[in-house]
Protein backbone atom coordinates (compact mmCIF):
# COMPACT_ATOMS: atom_id res chain seq x y z
CA UNK A 1 0.00 0.00 0.00
CA UNK A 2 1.46 3.58 -1.02
CA UNK A 3 0.25 6.84 0.28
CA UNK A 4 1.94 10.25 0.50
CA UNK A 5 3.50 11.03 3.96
CA UNK A 6 0.70 12.86 6.33
CA UNK A 7 1.24 17.00 6.44
CA UNK A 8 2.23 18.09 9.39
CA UNK A 9 3.87 15.05 10.61
CA UNK A 10 7.32 15.86 9.49
CA UNK A 11 9.70 13.26 11.79
CA UNK A 12 12.11 15.44 14.01
CA UNK A 13 15.59 14.98 13.74
CA UNK A 14 17.58 13.55 17.13
CA UNK A 15 17.15 15.99 19.84
CA UNK A 16 19.90 15.28 22.51
CA UNK A 17 22.79 13.11 22.13
CA UNK A 18 23.92 11.69 19.06
CA UNK A 19 27.09 9.87 17.25
CA UNK A 20 29.51 13.32 17.82
CA UNK A 21 28.72 13.17 21.40
CA UNK A 22 29.19 9.97 21.74
CA UNK A 23 32.32 10.46 19.87
CA UNK A 24 33.90 13.57 21.29
CA UNK A 25 32.17 12.80 25.23
CA UNK A 26 30.42 14.96 27.78
CA UNK A 27 32.67 16.58 30.48
CA UNK A 28 30.84 16.80 33.52
CA UNK A 29 32.06 19.70 34.26
CA UNK A 30 30.37 21.38 31.14
CA UNK A 31 26.71 19.75 32.69
CA UNK A 32 27.67 21.61 35.43
CA UNK A 33 28.59 25.15 34.06
CA UNK A 34 25.23 24.94 32.33
CA UNK A 35 23.61 24.37 35.71
CA UNK A 36 25.42 27.41 37.06
CA UNK A 37 24.62 29.28 34.32
CA UNK A 38 21.23 28.64 34.52
CA UNK A 39 21.04 29.58 38.33
CA UNK A 40 22.79 32.89 37.55
CA UNK A 41 20.79 33.71 35.01
CA UNK A 42 17.79 33.32 37.44
CA UNK A 43 19.14 35.33 40.48
CA UNK A 44 19.58 38.26 37.64
CA UNK A 45 15.88 38.39 37.27
CA UNK A 46 14.52 37.61 40.20
CA UNK A 47 11.43 38.69 39.04
CA UNK A 48 10.71 36.54 36.33
CA UNK A 49 12.10 33.67 38.38
CA UNK A 50 9.54 34.55 40.98
CA UNK A 51 6.65 34.74 38.64
CA UNK A 52 7.67 30.89 37.77
CA UNK A 53 8.09 30.18 41.17
CA UNK A 54 4.32 31.04 42.39
CA UNK A 55 2.86 29.84 39.07
CA UNK A 56 4.74 26.12 40.05
CA UNK A 57 3.64 26.55 43.78
CA UNK A 58 -0.03 27.54 42.14
CA UNK A 59 -0.46 24.27 40.25
CA UNK A 60 1.13 22.75 43.27
CA UNK A 61 -1.95 23.93 45.34
CA UNK A 62 -4.63 22.61 43.31
CA UNK A 63 -2.66 19.18 42.68
CA UNK A 64 -2.83 18.43 46.72
CA UNK A 65 -6.57 19.67 45.69
CA UNK A 66 -6.82 16.49 43.81
CA UNK A 67 -6.79 18.67 40.32
CA UNK A 68 -5.73 16.65 37.44
CA UNK A 69 -4.01 19.06 35.22
CA UNK A 70 -1.90 17.68 33.59
CA UNK A 71 -1.55 14.28 30.94
CA UNK A 72 1.11 12.31 30.51
CA UNK A 73 2.43 11.62 27.67
CA UNK A 74 0.28 7.96 26.31
CA UNK A 75 4.19 7.53 24.94
CA UNK A 76 5.65 7.17 28.60
CA UNK A 77 5.38 3.36 29.32
CA UNK A 78 6.70 5.24 33.08
CA UNK A 79 2.92 5.53 34.23
CA UNK A 80 1.10 3.01 32.26
CA UNK A 81 0.12 1.36 35.33
CA UNK A 82 -3.51 2.03 36.69
CA UNK A 83 -2.83 2.94 40.19
CA UNK A 84 -0.88 6.20 38.60
CA UNK A 85 -4.31 7.85 37.70
CA UNK A 86 -6.77 5.67 40.46
CA UNK A 87 -4.76 5.75 43.86
CA UNK A 88 -5.21 9.64 45.27
CA UNK A 89 -1.08 9.61 46.80
CA UNK A 90 0.29 8.62 43.38
CA UNK A 91 -2.04 10.51 41.15
CA UNK A 92 -0.60 13.43 43.12
CA UNK A 93 3.02 12.84 43.10
CA UNK A 94 2.65 12.38 39.35
CA UNK A 95 0.92 15.64 38.53
CA UNK A 96 3.06 17.32 41.02
CA UNK A 97 6.34 15.82 38.77
CA UNK A 98 4.38 16.63 35.63
CA UNK A 99 3.80 20.23 36.63
CA UNK A 100 7.64 20.99 37.85
CA UNK A 101 8.60 19.27 34.26
CA UNK A 102 6.32 22.18 32.61
CA UNK A 103 7.11 25.05 34.68
CA UNK A 104 10.95 24.44 34.44
CA UNK A 105 10.56 24.29 30.38
CA UNK A 106 7.91 27.34 30.53
CA UNK A 107 11.05 29.82 32.75
CA UNK A 108 13.53 28.49 30.18
CA UNK A 109 11.64 29.26 27.25
CA UNK A 110 10.77 32.56 28.30
CA UNK A 111 14.03 33.31 29.94
CA UNK A 112 16.61 36.07 28.26
CA UNK A 113 19.04 33.54 27.57
CA UNK A 114 20.50 32.79 23.82
CA UNK A 115 19.11 30.49 21.92
CA UNK A 116 22.61 27.97 22.74
CA UNK A 117 22.31 28.86 26.59
CA UNK A 118 18.58 27.83 26.19
CA UNK A 119 19.20 24.77 24.37
CA UNK A 120 22.07 24.00 26.34
CA UNK A 121 19.56 23.95 29.57
CA UNK A 122 16.73 22.49 28.44
CA UNK A 123 19.21 19.61 27.34
CA UNK A 124 20.52 19.12 30.81
CA UNK A 125 16.95 19.77 32.67
CA UNK A 126 15.65 16.96 30.83
CA UNK A 127 18.27 14.91 32.16
CA UNK A 128 17.40 15.74 35.62
CA UNK A 129 13.74 15.87 35.40
CA UNK A 130 14.51 12.24 33.82
CA UNK A 131 16.36 11.07 36.64
CA UNK A 132 14.10 12.77 39.09
CA UNK A 133 11.14 10.66 38.05
CA UNK A 134 8.68 9.46 40.87
CA UNK A 135 9.19 6.01 39.11
CA UNK A 136 12.16 5.57 39.71
CA UNK A 137 12.35 4.78 43.63
CA UNK A 138 10.81 1.86 45.57
CA UNK A 139 7.59 3.54 45.92
CA UNK A 140 7.02 2.64 42.40
CA UNK A 141 3.37 0.75 42.32
CA UNK A 142 5.31 -1.75 40.30
CA UNK A 143 8.07 -2.05 42.88
CA UNK A 144 5.50 -2.26 45.61
CA UNK A 145 3.83 -5.03 44.27
CA UNK A 146 6.51 -7.07 43.63
CA UNK A 147 7.98 -6.70 46.73
CA UNK A 148 4.84 -7.99 48.38
CA UNK A 149 4.24 -10.82 46.04
CA UNK A 150 8.17 -12.07 46.30
CA UNK A 151 8.07 -11.64 49.94
CA UNK A 152 10.96 -9.09 49.91
CA UNK A 153 13.40 -11.28 47.26
CA UNK A 154 12.78 -8.65 45.18
CA UNK A 155 14.60 -5.94 47.16
CA UNK A 156 17.47 -8.67 47.73
CA UNK A 157 17.69 -9.82 43.63
CA UNK A 158 17.50 -6.20 43.31
CA UNK A 159 20.48 -5.14 45.64
CA UNK A 160 22.49 -7.98 43.90
CA UNK A 161 21.90 -6.89 40.54
CA UNK A 162 22.98 -3.70 41.61
CA UNK A 163 26.16 -4.93 43.23
CA UNK A 164 26.88 -6.93 39.85
CA UNK A 165 26.55 -3.83 38.00
CA UNK A 166 28.34 -1.28 39.82
CA UNK A 167 31.63 -4.42 39.68
CA UNK A 168 31.21 -5.40 36.05
CA UNK A 169 28.88 -3.09 33.99
CA UNK A 170 30.46 0.38 33.88
CA UNK A 171 27.53 1.27 36.73
CA UNK A 172 24.73 0.98 34.50
CA UNK A 173 22.46 -1.44 34.21
CA UNK A 174 22.57 -4.43 32.40
CA UNK A 175 20.41 -4.13 29.24
CA UNK A 176 20.92 -7.59 28.49
CA UNK A 177 20.97 -11.38 29.72
CA UNK A 178 24.56 -12.26 28.33
CA UNK A 179 24.67 -15.42 29.44
CA UNK A 180 22.03 -16.64 26.61
CA UNK A 181 23.93 -16.48 23.76
CA UNK A 182 27.24 -17.53 22.67
CA UNK A 183 28.85 -16.16 19.25
CA UNK A 184 28.73 -18.77 16.40
CA UNK A 185 26.12 -20.90 18.27
CA UNK A 186 23.72 -18.06 18.78
CA UNK A 187 24.53 -15.44 16.68
CA UNK A 188 26.83 -15.03 13.74
CA UNK A 189 25.69 -18.68 13.07
CA UNK A 190 25.67 -18.37 8.52
CA UNK A 191 28.47 -21.35 7.47
CA UNK A 192 31.39 -19.88 6.08
CA UNK A 193 34.73 -19.57 6.24
CA UNK A 194 37.71 -16.83 7.09
CA UNK A 195 38.96 -16.59 3.36
CA UNK A 196 41.79 -13.63 4.31
CA UNK A 197 43.31 -11.81 7.34
CA UNK A 198 45.38 -8.98 7.64
CA UNK A 199 45.98 -6.97 11.06
CA UNK A 200 43.23 -5.19 10.87
CA UNK A 201 40.17 -7.42 9.43
CA UNK A 202 39.42 -10.74 8.94
CA UNK A 203 37.50 -11.08 5.16
CA UNK A 204 34.63 -14.12 5.80
CA UNK A 205 32.78 -15.35 2.77
CA UNK A 206 29.69 -17.22 3.16
CA UNK A 207 27.91 -20.83 1.53
CA UNK A 208 26.01 -19.74 -0.82
CA UNK A 209 21.86 -20.60 -0.32
CA UNK A 210 20.74 -20.70 -3.83
CA UNK A 211 20.68 -22.49 -6.81
CA UNK A 212 22.18 -19.37 -8.92
CA UNK A 213 24.18 -16.79 -7.98
CA UNK A 214 25.12 -13.15 -9.36
CA UNK A 215 28.66 -12.59 -10.76
CA UNK A 216 29.42 -9.54 -9.02
CA UNK A 217 29.62 -9.52 -5.34
CA UNK A 218 28.73 -7.91 -2.29
CA UNK A 219 31.19 -6.78 0.51
CA UNK A 220 29.59 -5.44 3.62
CA UNK A 221 31.49 -3.20 5.86
CA UNK A 222 30.40 -2.82 9.53
CA UNK A 223 31.22 0.17 11.70
CA UNK A 224 34.65 -0.23 13.73
CA UNK A 225 32.69 0.63 16.60
CA UNK A 226 30.34 -2.49 17.01
CA UNK A 227 30.89 -5.98 16.08
CA UNK A 228 29.63 -7.76 12.40
CA UNK A 229 27.60 -9.65 13.54
CA UNK A 230 24.56 -7.42 13.44
CA UNK A 231 24.35 -8.43 9.78
CA UNK A 232 23.75 -11.88 11.18
CA UNK A 233 22.05 -12.47 14.50
CA UNK A 234 19.20 -15.06 14.48
CA UNK A 235 18.17 -16.46 11.10
CA UNK A 236 14.60 -14.74 11.14
CA UNK A 237 17.00 -11.47 10.68
CA UNK A 238 19.85 -12.22 9.30
CA UNK A 239 20.50 -9.53 6.51
CA UNK A 240 23.40 -11.90 5.54
CA UNK A 241 20.92 -14.73 5.19
CA UNK A 242 17.89 -13.07 2.96
CA UNK A 243 21.51 -11.63 0.56
CA UNK A 244 22.40 -15.33 0.19
CA UNK A 245 19.28 -16.72 -0.42
CA UNK A 246 18.72 -14.47 -2.94
CA UNK A 247 21.36 -15.38 -4.67
CA UNK A 248 24.19 -12.64 -3.98
CA UNK A 249 27.88 -13.73 -3.20
CA UNK A 250 28.44 -12.34 0.02
CA UNK A 251 31.85 -11.45 2.06
CA UNK A 252 31.92 -9.16 5.36
CA UNK A 253 34.84 -7.59 7.53
CA UNK A 254 34.74 -8.25 11.15
CA UNK A 255 36.89 -5.82 11.86
CA UNK A 256 39.90 -6.33 14.75
CA UNK A 257 39.28 -4.69 18.19
CA UNK A 258 42.65 -2.83 19.08
CA UNK A 259 44.30 -2.27 21.84
CA UNK A 260 47.16 -0.02 22.93
CA UNK A 261 49.91 -1.71 20.05
CA UNK A 262 47.15 -0.37 17.75
CA UNK A 263 47.11 3.50 18.87
CA UNK A 264 48.71 4.83 15.55
CA UNK A 265 45.76 2.98 13.28
CA UNK A 266 43.53 5.70 11.36
CA UNK A 267 41.19 6.40 8.86
CA UNK A 268 44.20 5.67 5.94
CA UNK A 269 45.09 2.66 7.68
CA UNK A 270 41.22 1.00 7.38
CA UNK A 271 41.19 1.96 3.81
CA UNK A 272 44.06 0.16 3.00
CA UNK A 273 43.40 -2.83 4.95
CA UNK A 274 39.50 -2.94 3.33
CA UNK A 275 40.89 -2.29 0.00
CA UNK A 276 43.14 -5.31 0.20
CA UNK A 277 40.05 -7.40 1.33
CA UNK A 278 38.32 -5.50 -2.03
CA UNK A 279 40.84 -6.97 -4.08
CA UNK A 280 40.60 -10.54 -2.20
CA UNK A 281 37.17 -10.35 -3.34
CA UNK A 282 37.63 -9.73 -6.86
CA UNK A 283 39.86 -12.32 -7.04
CA UNK A 284 37.82 -15.33 -5.66
CA UNK A 285 34.89 -14.44 -7.52
CA UNK A 286 36.68 -13.60 -10.64
CA UNK A 287 34.60 -10.29 -11.21
CA UNK A 288 35.95 -7.28 -12.30
CA UNK A 289 34.42 -4.90 -9.79
CA UNK A 290 32.45 -5.36 -6.16
CA UNK A 291 28.97 -4.29 -4.73
CA UNK A 292 30.19 -2.22 -1.55
CA UNK A 293 28.03 -1.60 1.79
CA UNK A 294 28.95 0.08 5.13
CA UNK A 295 26.78 0.89 7.75
CA UNK A 296 27.35 3.89 10.31
CA UNK A 297 31.22 4.56 10.10
CA UNK A 298 31.36 1.85 8.06
CA UNK A 299 29.94 3.80 5.16
CA UNK A 300 32.22 6.85 6.01
CA UNK A 301 35.00 4.25 5.37
CA UNK A 302 33.64 2.98 1.97
CA UNK A 303 33.31 6.46 0.94
CA UNK A 304 36.68 6.98 1.63
CA UNK A 305 38.29 4.34 -0.09
CA UNK A 306 36.08 4.66 -2.69
CA UNK A 307 37.21 8.82 -2.88
CA UNK A 308 40.95 7.03 -2.51
CA UNK A 309 40.13 4.43 -5.33
CA UNK A 310 38.77 7.65 -8.00
CA UNK A 311 41.89 9.77 -7.29
CA UNK A 312 44.10 6.76 -8.27
CA UNK A 313 41.76 6.61 -11.00
CA UNK A 314 40.81 3.31 -10.57
CA UNK A 315 37.22 3.21 -9.29
CA UNK A 316 35.91 0.74 -12.19
CA UNK A 317 36.55 -2.09 -9.09
CA UNK A 318 33.38 -1.12 -7.13
CA UNK A 319 29.91 -1.71 -8.88
CA UNK A 320 27.82 0.30 -6.81
CA UNK A 321 27.72 1.13 -3.09
CA UNK A 322 25.06 0.96 -0.06
CA UNK A 323 24.94 3.23 3.03
CA UNK A 324 22.87 2.68 5.84
CA UNK A 325 22.76 5.18 8.33
CA UNK A 326 26.06 6.82 7.55
CA UNK A 327 26.83 10.60 8.10
CA UNK A 328 29.41 12.20 5.76
CA UNK A 329 27.83 15.56 6.21
CA UNK A 330 28.93 15.51 9.70
CA UNK A 331 26.69 19.14 10.63
CA UNK A 332 24.40 17.64 13.21
CA UNK A 333 22.65 20.55 14.90
CA UNK A 334 21.70 19.63 18.55
CA UNK A 335 22.21 20.94 21.69
CA UNK A 336 24.74 18.09 22.69
CA UNK A 337 26.82 19.75 20.09
CA UNK A 338 26.65 23.12 21.60
CA UNK A 339 29.14 21.16 24.26
CA UNK A 340 31.35 20.16 21.77
CA UNK A 341 34.28 23.33 21.91
CA UNK A 342 37.30 23.23 21.07
CA UNK A 343 38.51 22.71 24.49
CA UNK A 344 36.63 19.51 24.41
CA UNK A 345 37.80 18.14 21.24
CA UNK A 346 41.53 18.76 22.47
CA UNK A 347 40.54 16.88 25.65
CA UNK A 348 39.10 14.45 24.09
CA UNK A 349 42.14 13.54 21.48
CA UNK A 350 44.51 14.23 24.24
CA UNK A 351 42.26 11.24 26.60
CA UNK A 352 42.50 8.40 24.20
CA UNK A 353 46.13 9.32 22.90
CA UNK A 354 46.96 8.73 26.76
CA UNK A 355 45.17 5.60 26.84
CA UNK A 356 45.94 4.18 23.13
CA UNK A 357 42.07 3.79 22.24
CA UNK A 358 38.77 4.63 23.24
CA UNK A 359 37.33 2.20 25.43
CA UNK A 360 33.77 0.70 24.32
CA UNK A 361 32.43 0.82 27.44
CA UNK A 362 33.00 5.01 27.52
CA UNK A 363 30.61 5.23 24.25
CA UNK A 364 28.20 2.72 25.75
CA UNK A 365 27.79 4.79 28.47
CA UNK A 366 27.39 8.07 26.05
CA UNK A 367 25.06 6.46 24.02
CA UNK A 368 22.71 4.83 26.56
CA UNK A 369 22.25 8.71 27.88
CA UNK A 370 20.92 9.58 24.26
CA UNK A 371 17.66 8.14 25.21
CA UNK A 372 18.15 7.66 28.94
CA UNK A 373 13.99 6.19 29.99
CA UNK A 374 14.14 3.94 27.22
CA UNK A 375 18.68 2.41 28.23
CA UNK A 376 18.72 3.42 31.56
CA UNK A 377 15.95 4.18 33.65
CA UNK A 378 13.67 1.63 32.41
CA UNK A 379 16.33 -1.32 33.43
CA UNK A 380 17.01 0.65 36.54
CA UNK A 381 13.16 -0.56 37.54
CA UNK A 382 13.10 -3.69 36.04
CA UNK A 383 16.66 -4.97 37.10
CA UNK A 384 17.10 -3.00 40.90
CA UNK A 385 13.23 -1.89 41.88
CA UNK A 386 11.48 -5.23 40.60
CA UNK A 387 14.42 -7.50 41.12
CA UNK A 388 14.31 -8.89 37.65
CA UNK A 389 17.01 -10.47 35.24
CA UNK A 390 16.75 -8.10 31.92
CA UNK A 391 15.61 -10.01 29.02
CA UNK A 392 17.34 -12.21 26.66
CA UNK A 393 17.51 -10.00 23.76
CA UNK A 394 19.89 -10.80 20.67
CA UNK A 395 20.26 -7.34 19.73
CA UNK A 396 21.16 -6.22 23.15
CA UNK A 397 23.65 -8.26 23.52
CA UNK A 398 25.01 -7.11 20.00
CA UNK A 399 25.34 -3.68 21.56
CA UNK A 400 26.62 -4.69 24.78
CA UNK A 401 29.28 -6.29 22.80
CA UNK A 402 31.70 -3.49 23.14
CA UNK A 403 34.66 -2.75 21.00
CA UNK A 404 37.61 -0.06 21.00
CA UNK A 405 38.71 2.24 18.38
CA UNK A 406 42.20 3.34 18.10
CA UNK A 407 43.32 6.90 19.02
CA UNK A 408 44.22 8.20 15.94
CA UNK A 409 40.98 6.62 14.50
CA UNK A 410 39.29 8.15 17.52
CA UNK A 411 41.35 11.60 16.44
CA UNK A 412 40.34 11.30 13.08
CA UNK A 413 36.12 10.92 13.83
CA UNK A 414 36.92 14.08 15.64
CA UNK A 415 37.92 15.99 12.68
CA UNK A 416 35.80 15.06 10.80
CA UNK A 417 32.95 16.33 12.81
CA UNK A 418 34.77 19.47 13.70
CA UNK A 419 35.45 20.44 10.08
CA UNK A 420 32.89 18.42 7.63
CA UNK A 421 35.61 17.86 5.68
CA UNK A 422 33.65 15.83 2.63
CA UNK A 423 31.42 18.90 1.93
CA UNK A 424 33.76 20.40 -0.03
CA UNK A 425 36.56 18.91 -2.73
CA UNK A 426 39.79 18.11 -0.94
CA UNK A 427 38.87 18.32 2.48
CA UNK A 428 39.63 15.14 3.46
CA UNK A 429 43.08 13.19 2.55
CA UNK A 430 42.85 9.41 2.84
CA UNK A 431 46.07 7.47 1.82
CA UNK A 432 48.16 10.56 0.63
CA UNK A 433 44.79 11.15 -1.94
CA UNK A 434 42.74 14.10 -1.84
CA UNK A 435 39.05 13.16 -1.72
CA UNK A 436 36.07 14.69 -3.76
CA UNK A 437 33.07 12.74 -3.72
CA UNK A 438 30.80 14.56 -6.22
CA UNK A 439 33.48 12.40 -8.57
CA UNK A 440 32.72 9.01 -7.34
CA UNK A 441 30.20 8.62 -9.70
CA UNK A 442 28.96 5.36 -8.60
CA UNK A 443 25.60 4.53 -8.03
CA UNK A 444 24.26 4.28 -4.53
CA UNK A 445 21.42 3.44 -1.98
CA UNK A 446 21.33 4.75 1.30
CA UNK A 447 18.95 4.35 4.18
CA UNK A 448 17.95 6.35 7.08
CA UNK A 449 15.78 6.30 10.28
CA UNK A 450 13.01 8.22 11.61
CA UNK A 451 13.87 8.00 14.54
CA UNK A 452 17.55 7.94 14.47
CA UNK A 453 19.28 9.32 17.76
CA UNK A 454 22.89 8.56 16.47
CA UNK A 455 22.80 9.91 12.66
CA UNK A 456 19.88 11.87 12.12
CA UNK A 457 17.93 11.04 8.92
CA UNK A 458 18.24 14.88 7.47
CA UNK A 459 21.94 14.49 8.21
CA UNK A 460 22.04 11.25 6.33
CA UNK A 461 19.54 13.02 3.32
CA UNK A 462 22.48 15.35 3.23
CA UNK A 463 25.23 12.53 3.12
CA UNK A 464 23.54 11.22 -0.17
CA UNK A 465 23.58 14.64 -2.01
CA UNK A 466 27.26 14.77 -1.85
CA UNK A 467 27.87 11.88 -3.81
CA UNK A 468 28.13 11.40 -7.34
CA UNK A 469 26.06 9.21 -9.51
CA UNK A 470 22.69 8.04 -9.60
CA UNK A 471 21.39 7.97 -5.67
CA UNK A 472 18.96 6.23 -4.10
CA UNK A 473 17.40 7.23 -0.45
CA UNK A 474 14.81 5.51 1.61
CA UNK A 475 13.38 6.37 5.08
CA UNK A 476 12.88 3.72 7.42
CA UNK A 477 10.60 4.19 10.33
CA UNK A 478 12.67 3.02 12.63
CA UNK A 479 15.78 3.97 14.98
CA UNK A 480 19.86 3.27 14.12
CA UNK A 481 19.63 -0.18 14.18
CA UNK A 482 16.00 -1.57 13.94
CA UNK A 483 16.64 0.68 10.44
CA UNK A 484 19.50 -2.15 9.47
CA UNK A 485 17.66 -4.77 10.75
CA UNK A 486 14.23 -4.82 8.89
CA UNK A 487 13.46 -8.03 7.39
CA UNK A 488 10.47 -8.75 5.57
CA UNK A 489 8.76 -10.73 8.13
CA UNK A 490 8.63 -7.08 10.72
CA UNK A 491 5.06 -6.24 10.06
CA UNK A 492 5.29 -3.07 11.34
CA UNK A 493 7.68 -1.87 8.92
CA UNK A 494 7.83 0.74 5.81
CA UNK A 495 9.63 3.49 4.61
CA UNK A 496 9.07 6.72 3.05
CA UNK A 497 10.58 7.13 -0.91
CA UNK A 498 10.94 9.69 -3.48
CA UNK A 499 13.21 9.28 -6.76
CA UNK A 500 13.61 12.97 -6.87
CA UNK A 501 16.46 14.03 -4.83
CA UNK A 502 16.07 17.87 -3.76
CA UNK A 503 18.34 20.25 -1.88
CA UNK A 504 15.87 20.47 1.13
CA UNK A 505 15.06 17.38 3.36
CA UNK A 506 11.95 18.79 3.81
CA UNK A 507 11.08 18.71 0.13
CA UNK A 508 11.78 15.59 0.04
CA UNK A 509 9.78 14.42 2.72
CA UNK A 510 6.49 15.51 1.48
CA UNK A 511 6.68 14.97 -2.08
CA UNK A 512 7.29 11.42 -0.83
CA UNK A 513 5.54 8.29 -1.51
CA UNK A 514 4.69 6.22 2.06
CA UNK A 515 5.24 2.57 1.49
CA UNK A 516 4.61 -0.60 3.47
CA UNK A 517 6.45 -3.13 4.50
CA UNK A 518 10.78 -3.47 4.67
CA UNK A 519 12.77 -1.31 2.30
CA UNK A 520 14.94 -4.46 1.83
CA UNK A 521 13.22 -6.27 -1.05
CA UNK A 522 13.36 -2.66 -2.90
CA UNK A 523 17.18 -2.85 -2.03
CA UNK A 524 17.36 -6.67 -3.45
CA UNK A 525 16.03 -5.62 -6.72
CA UNK A 526 18.29 -2.76 -7.03
CA UNK A 527 21.30 -4.47 -6.08
CA UNK A 528 20.52 -7.27 -8.41
CA UNK A 529 20.69 -4.92 -11.28
CA UNK A 530 24.13 -4.36 -10.17
CA UNK A 531 25.28 -7.72 -9.56
CA UNK A 532 25.97 -8.82 -13.38
CA UNK A 533 24.40 -12.17 -14.84
CA UNK A 534 23.43 -15.00 -12.93
CA UNK A 535 25.50 -18.59 -13.03
CA UNK A 536 25.54 -21.84 -11.14
CA UNK A 537 25.95 -21.62 -8.04
CA UNK A 538 29.87 -22.31 -7.01
CA UNK A 539 29.99 -23.90 -3.60
CA UNK A 540 33.67 -23.64 -2.68
CA UNK A 541 34.69 -21.13 -0.48
CA UNK A 542 37.93 -19.08 -1.37
CA UNK A 543 40.44 -20.16 -4.30
CA UNK A 544 44.22 -21.50 -4.28
CA UNK A 545 45.31 -18.52 -3.47
CA UNK A 546 42.90 -17.37 -0.66
CA UNK A 547 41.81 -20.70 0.78
CA UNK A 548 39.27 -21.19 3.81
CA UNK A 549 41.34 -20.42 6.72
CA UNK A 550 38.61 -21.52 9.51
CA UNK A 551 34.85 -21.48 10.30
CA UNK A 552 32.90 -18.59 10.53
CA UNK A 553 32.75 -16.28 12.81
CA UNK A 554 36.37 -16.29 13.02
CA UNK A 555 38.71 -15.01 15.51
CA UNK A 556 38.96 -11.42 15.81
CA UNK A 557 34.94 -11.02 16.48
CA UNK A 558 35.61 -12.70 19.78
CA UNK A 559 38.23 -10.59 20.96
CA UNK A 560 37.34 -8.88 24.00
Same mark, same amino acid.
Given at each position: ??????????????????????????????????????????????? $????????????????????????????? +????????????????????????? /???? =????????? @?? @????????????? @??????????????????????? +? =?????????? @??????????????????????? *???????????????????????????????????????? /?????????????????? /????????????????? #???????????? &????????????????????????????????????????? &???? =???????? &????????????? !??????????????????????????????? $????????????? %???????? !????? %?????????? !??????????? /??????????????????????? +???????????? #???????????? &????????? *????????????????????? %??????????????????? #???????? $???????????????????????????????????????
Amino acid at each position: MREKPTPGLLPTPATFINAQSAITGLRGRDLFSTLRSVAAHGLRHPV $RSARHVLALGGQLGRVLLGETLHTPNPKD +NRFADPTWRLNPFYRRSLQAYLSWQ /KQVK =SWIDESGMS @DD @DRARAHFVFALLN @DAVSPSNTLLNPLAIKELFNSGG +N =SLVRGLSHLF @DDLMHNNGLPSQVTKHAFEIGKT *VATTAGSVVFRNELLELMQYKPMSEKQYAKPLLIVPPQIN /KYYIFDLSPGNSFVQYAL /KNGLQVFVVSWRNPDVR #HREWGLSSYVEA &LEEALNVCRAITGARDVNLMGACAGGLTIAALQGHLQAKRQ &LRRV =SSASYLVS &LLDSQIDSPATLF !ADEQTLEAAKRHSYQRGVLEGRDMAKIFAWM $RPNDLIWNYWVNN %YLLGKEPP !AFDIL %YWNSDNTRLP !AAFHGDLLDFF /KHNPLTHPGGLEVCGTPIDLQKV +NVDSFSVAGIND #HITPWDAVYRST &LLLGGDRRF *VLSNSGHIQSILNPPSNPKSN %YIENPKLSGDPRAWYYDGT #HVEGSWWP $RWLSWIQERSGTQRETLMALGNQNYPPMEAAPGTYVRVR
